[in-house]
């Protein structure tokens, strides 16, 4: 484990592996770097690149600094760029694809862009995220709900049905994804209004940088986001790996993000 010292103070944790092109891999909601998905992702693109996998703020070995801003995560991006030379590639899944893509606007040392299934609701093909979900996730930690705040996490925005709420809390993974419960509002900000239904913000038009845009073939709802997005970017192609669901193989993608970051 390495550390770097974000512009706030808080210390940022990481692992680096394997040597080329640098790339920084930006995990979703309620994810750490030694989890599969990420871990996993990292061991199989760092034959060609030096990967930067780490703990978003206030997860992992990753401290946290108050009040939390967008702007915060984006300062913490652009430190991991200057450690690993003033350049880098970027990844994010999930909401991670979201923050990656703020990263992207506002730190031109961030050459290429890839995104694998932002969450975005542009349409009525499932219910918009409630106009208070962050307030409420804030309510909830506050008053040591945490639990709570996780099946509220899973039902509001994650869309699973209100009748498997209550099995939730037996799951094996739901005690760690509990002890992040206060990072859940972090990605809710980060998402902004994209989960409301409506058109995504007319000001990511400008942003002219080189992005990929994935989706798997299992999570039809997010298709129409993904092509939405990709329609409003001016330099995005957008592609759709079938038998995929949200939980991305890191069998399947690395082979697609090798493709982009080397071409």
Same mark, same amino acid.
């Given at each position: ?26 995990a ?6 030694? !989890? ?11 034959g ?22 967008? $702007? ?17 590639? /970027?990844?994010?899944?999930?909401s ?5 893509l $703020? #990263? &992207? ?12 299934? *932002?969450?975005? /609701? ?5 219910? *918009?995220? *409630? ?9 909830? @930690? ?33 005690? #760690? ?18 989960? !409301?239904?409506?058109p995504?913000?007319?000001? +990511? ?15 039809? +709802? /997010?298709?129409?986001? &993904? ?6 970017? *001016? ?15 890191? !069998?399947? /993608?690395?082979? @697609? ?7």
């Amino acid at each position: 484990m390495k550390q770097v010292t974000s512009a706030d103070g808080t210390m940022i944790a990481f692992d680096r592996a394997g040597q080329g092109p640098p790339v920084i891999l930006v995990a979703g909601a309620t994810a750490k770097r030694a !989890d599969p998905g990420n871990s996993d992702l990292a061991e199989r693109l760092a034959g060609r690149f030096t990967t930067y996998n780490y703990d978003r703020r206030g997860r992992g070995d990753s401290t946290d600094t108050q009040p939390y801003t967008v $702007e915060r995560e984006v300062e913490d991006i652009a430190a991991l760029t200057a450690e690993a030379g003033g350049t880098a590639y /970027i990844y994010g899944i999930s909401s991670g694809a979201v923050l990656a893509l $703020e #990263a &992207a606007r506002r730190l031109p040392t961030l050459t290429k862009l890839a995104m694998y299934e *932002p969450p975005f /609701i542009v349409d009525d093909s499932r219910p *918009p995220r *409630p106009r208070d979900y962050v307030e409420q996730l804030d309510t909830m @930690v506050t008053e040591g709900r945490r639990g709570d705040a996780v099946v509220y996490f899973m039902t509001a925005a994650v869309g699973i049905p209100a009748e498997f709420a209550a099995g939730l809390r037996e799951q094996p993974f739901f005690p #760690a994804v509990e002890a992040l419960a206060h990072t859940i509002a972090y990605d809710g900000r980060v998402m902004g209004d994209t989960m !409301d239904g409506g058109p995504l913000p007319a000001e +990511w038009a400008g942003f002219a940088g080189s992005t990929l845009v994935v989706d798997g073939g299992n999570t039809p +709802w /997010i298709n129409a986001g &993904a092509v939405a997005l990709a329609g409003l970017l *001016p330099n995005a192609r957008h592609i759709t790996l079938g038998g995929q669901d949200h939980n991305v193989d890191p !069998d399947v /993608i690395a082979p @697609v993000l090798i493709d982009y970051f080397t071409a």
